[in-house]
């Protein structure tokens, strides 16, 4: 007697054939498509990972920037506050010297000319740090121009108050060492060659208060900057 269970019948030998088969291929595509999905996941952990290491180092670097920018502002800062100072004292003692000149001329006398002598010096450290470092490139364009100006200012009045000491070395000194003196004998009016003294220091007396009053108007320019 035969077994109907273990006799497959030929007419559905194909049938059985093309369900394994399909069976397969769905086997195959299913793991294409789980290979697909663990890779696509695979480059989307390394995309953000890319993504977010890129993000915090631009973040440190921006850190490192604004501190780096708050550094710079302090130093000037301190820098401008010791210049305000001293061009505010010269701008506040010539004019008070040439009024004290004026008053005496004025009163029919021929004052002596006072000879500037004092060594005056001032090397803007910070400042040449600043620019010797590249530290400038993280200030804003105004305000580097601005504070590029009144160094360029201060400077000015360092060359115009070394131009007076070096003539009344020169020019001054001499005339008082033999008792002589600046004024023409029938005008009772400062010689020619001695008229750059009134007009040097109404140059000096005026770049210093600029220079102060810039000076000021940068301290609190930059402090409002390391506000923000």
Request: aromatic share 8%; proline share 6%.
């Amino acid at each position: 007697m035969t077994d109907i269970r273990t006799a497959p019948s030929p007419e559905h030998a194909p049938l059985t054939a093309a369900v394994a088969g399909s069976a397969m291929g769905d086997a195959s595509r299913a793991s294409l498509r789980a290979r697909a999905g663990a890779l696509l996941l695979e480059l989307v952990i390394v995309f953000v990972g890319v993504c977010g290491a890129f993000l915090l180092q631009d973040w440190a670097q921006r850190r490192d920037q604004d501190r780096r920018r708050q550094q710079i502002y302090g130093a000037l800062t301190d820098e401008l506050k010791v210049i305000a100072t001293n061009t505010r004292g010269v701008a506040t003692q010539v004019p008070a010297l040439l009024a004290r000149y004026d008053s005496a001329w004025q009163a029919g006398m021929t004052p002596p000319l006072e000879p500037l002598l004092d060594p005056v010096q001032f090397t803007p450290h910070m400042w040449q740090a600043a620019m010797a470092s590249g530290g400038l490139e993280l200030l804003d364009v105004p305000t580097m121009y601005r504070v590029s100006s009144l160094y360029n200012d201060l400077e000015a009045a360092f060359a115009q108050y070394h131009h007076l000491t070096t003539l009344s070395a020169q020019q001054i000194l001499p005339v008082l060492a033999r008792n002589g003196s600046f004024y023409d004998p029938t005008t009772k009016r400062l010689r020619p060659e001695y008229r750059w003294y009134v007009v040097g220091l109404r140059r000096l007396g005026a770049v210093s208060a600029e220079v102060a009053a810039e000076s000021d108007s940068l301290i609190a320019l930059l402090e409002r900057r390391r506000q923000d």
